[in-house]
């Protein structure tokens, strides 16, 4: 049973349009809402994250918005560059775990 | 340099021969946790641990064992690794865990032949 789906194992952008990422979850419970990167040989690390009780989140090139209704959160990379090309993983977390979506492989073409 | 480091990086080992991959922060956190990443299947957690001398199984603790006798580290042990175990293996550790906010370590790929 998947908590946290990312429907979209791929995605492909032109340099400087906008990159859509998008996440569907259905536990109820989770407090938080997080976007981790991950390059190539190198651990994930945090990019952004949401509160349970907000919907948008700013932060420099990078908002992730977040629909409680449809369950659903997106993270909007604007503008897009060559260098965030790398595997995207949302997460929810509850109490004592953090759990990740499947993840989205994102190229930005020069 | 505040990280997480887990050793190896890289094992090719036979199925039954007992291994143990190791990991240490140096970052003061009360939580820590083992995950694998598969193609497909993203991040499963395996182990995680509060604090020392609490640990608990994650989704995917078959084949696995931790401990936490400090809070710095925090061993996965396979006893009898067998050929499903081969996969990327990262360790994390978090302050608060309730924000999400994990920092791994670089990962340590893992073959069971």
């Known amino acids: 049973d998947q908590q946290v789906k990312q429907n979209s194992p791929s995605l492909s952008v032109q340099e400087g349009r906008i990159s859509i990422l998008n996440c569907d979850y259905t536990n109820s419970m989770f407090d938080y809402f997080l976007w981790y990167k991950k390059y190539p040989a190198e651990g994930p690390t945090f990019l952004i994250s949401i509160s349970s009780i907000k919907d948008k989140n700013e932060d420099g090139r990078f908002t992730v918005f977040l629909n409680k209704s449809a369950k659903h959160l997106s993270l909007h990379i604007v503008p897009s560059q060559p260098g965030d090309s790398a595997v995207y993983f949302c997460a929810g977390t509850s109490y004592d775990k953090v759990i990740f979506g499947p993840g989205t492989s994102l190229s930005v073409i020069p | 340099e505040a990280q997480v480091t887990q050793n190896p990086r890289y094992l090719i080992t036979v199925t039954g021969k007992k291994l143990t991959v190791t990991c240490s922060q140096n970052?003061?956190?009360?939580?820590m946790s083992w995950y694998r990443q598969d193609p497909g299947l993203g991040l499963r957690q395996i182990y995680y641990?509060?604090?020392?001398?609490?640990?608990d199984k994650g989704d995917v603790p078959e084949g696995y064992k931790v401990s936490r006798k400090e809070k710095r580290n925090f061993p996965l042990i396979l006893e009898s690794p067998s050929p499903n175990q081969t996969s990327l293996y990262f360790c994390?550790?978090?302050?608060?865990?309730?924000?999400?906010?994990?920092?791994f370590g670089e990962g340590s790929r893992l073959t069971v032949l």
């Open positions: 970052m003061n956190h009360e939580y």
């Open positions: 641990s509060m604090n020392v001398e609490v640990t």
């Open positions: 994390a550790s978090s302050w608060l865990l309730w924000t999400g906010e994990l920092f």
